[in-house]
């Protein structure tokens, strides 16, 4: 009964969310609604003591990131800078090629290190841009950024720095760039089969005679100018968030050394000294430090174009941040009361009896993101709960933990990205689209991402490649 009532409120949620009704409201109410049916004593206390605490503990985190990457994509499309990216790849690639170059710069920014949901901001101005311009449905837009963005280059590409990457470092103690054949070649699976996809459903729409579409909402302001920047300024901000997040990635544990500490007597008002880990908080503080000096890129080299509508723009931009970073805060939450539920250990249990020990990484995995809604959540539960088992089941058989690190890392960003996951519906939300609209593209990328983990693990098996 205990696993029916997981699965029940799982189910709950992404009807709610494929129906378009609001996450922020429903994640609670199905988070609770399983705790009711397993102990009804414990709502109150599951929801200050889990839901909002994870929520909370989520928006104190991520939230900057999430208001920086806003503004970020604002003034990239106040300033024309997405109309002359978007200018000069329709100039020397082609309308016919938009896909592949949304999926490019996707993954230059994600392989550079800046977070999946500030990508989705940055790129989502151009790309809408590129679409209207080649007259392919907005509605196809999902499926490339979130095959840009979500999959090969979060956790296939050896030496990532994503934190699907990071997380099992940890654990088998192996480095970012483990398995760098395997994970080539799954990488290389994932954009052949994915950008065929995507063509195939271009080609067919358009054969229809669909065009972009209209009465369309959250859409880019288009900038009225005869002479827009050159492509190279305009690529530039972007280039130098990647660049300043790589950099400052390893400058501030320099800076900082392993912790900091601000005492009373620098800070009067404060009664206790405040101790920060940095090792904990780097990657976040990287990322911010690069939105902030793409920001400032911006706006002085095209404070003309952006100055009259800032005010008006980085408004709206803030209002999409709050939503965004809400409703991903939301699944966290519900996340982390599934994960508390006895139904989830029943679940756990069940996965550690599957033989192949690969197999068996791959399946948990994949299985505790999708439920989680999360890569990160989903992995981190299943290695704490179950590393020791897959550790001795990968040396009973022979296997490299490089091997075992690559197959669990891709896993995890395979089915976590069902209909309630966090960034699937930041991404519907940006761009303004709904499940029922181009849910259908982000899944095909799932199972293709999830396909490639089995690839993967054949290819080892056939080859002994690592």
């Known amino acids: 009964m205990s696993f029916v009532i997981v699965l029940a409120a799982l189910a709950f949620l992404m009807f709610a969310a494929y129906r378009g009704y609001s996450v922020i409201l429903f994640a609670p109410i199905a988070a609770l609604g399983a705790v009711l049916l397993t102990d009804p004593g414990a709502v109150a206390p599951v929801f200050s003591g889990i839901f909002m605490e994870k929520m909370v503990g989520f928006v104190k985190l991520y939230f900057p990131v999430f208001l920086l990457g806003a503004v970020f ?20 690639i ?18 550079g290190g800046v977070s999946l949901f500030v990508v989705v901001f940055a790129v989502y101005p151009f ?21 840009g963005a979500f999959s090969f280059t979060m956790d ?17 103690k ?24 995507l063509e195939w459903r271009r080609r067919a729409a358009m054969a229809t005679g669909e065009g972009y579409g209209t009465e369309l909402v959250n859409e880019p302001e288009r900038v009225e100018s005869k002479q827009l920047p050159h492509p190279l300024l305009a690529v530039a901000p972007l280039v130098l968030v990647g660049v300043a997040n790589f950099l400052l990635t390893r400058w501030i544990p320099n800076w900082y050394g392993a912790t900091y500490t601000i005492a009373p007597d620098i800070l009067p008002g404060i009664h206790a000294p405040v101790t920060t880990t940095i090792k904990s908080v780097v990657a976040i503080w990287a ?18 174009r952006v100055r009259e509508r800032f005010a008006v723009g980085t408004k709206a931009a803030v209002a999409g941040a709050l939503l965004a970073s809400l409703n991903t805060a939301s699944e966290y939450g519900f996340g982390g009361v599934i994960a508390a539920l006895p139904g989830f250990l029943v679940v756990s249990d069940a996965l550690k009896s599957i033989p192949n020990p690969l197999v068996n990484a791959a399946v948990s995995v994949s299985s505790l993101a999708g439920i989680t809604g999360s890569a990160s959540g989903g992995m981190s539960i299943a290695l704490a709960a179950m590393s020791d088992t897959f550790i001795k089941g990968a040396e009973a058989a022979h296997i490299p933990m490089e091997v075992l690190h690559r197959v669990v890392a891709m896993a995890s960003g395979g089915m976590d990205t069902l209909p309630h996951n966090g960034a699937v519906i930041t991404l519907l939300a940006v761009t303004g689209l709904t499940h029922r609209q181009s849910y259908r593209d982000i899944f095909a990328v799932t199972v293709i991402k999830t396909l490639a983990v089995f690839f993967v693990i054949s290819v080892y ?5 690592v």
Request: proline share 5%.
């Open 156 to 172: 296939s590409l050896p030496g990532t720095p994503q934190i699907q990457n990071i997380i099992p470092t940890t654990f088998f």
């Open 73 to 92: 994509g604002k003034v990239i499309e106040l300033s024309g800078f997405s109309e002359s990216i978007v200018a000069a790849a329709i100039r020397y």
């Open 461 to 465: 098996y056939m080859t002994g490649l």
């Open 94 to 111: 082609g309308r016919s090629r938009a896909n592949a170059v949304i999926v490019a710069v996707c993954a230059l920014l994600t392989y």
């Open 287 to 304: 990322v911010e430090g690069a939105l902030l000096l793409g920001i400032v890129m911006v706006v002085v080299t095209a404070f003309g």
């Open 174 to 197: 192996t480095t970012s760039w483990a398995a760098p054949t395997l994970g080539v070649i799954g990488s290389l699976f994932i954009i052949v089969v994915g950008l065929t996809y």
């Open 127 to 147: 790309a809408a841009e590129l679409y209207r311009q080649s007259n392919i449905p907005k509605r196809l837009m999902p499926g490339a950024i979130a095959l």
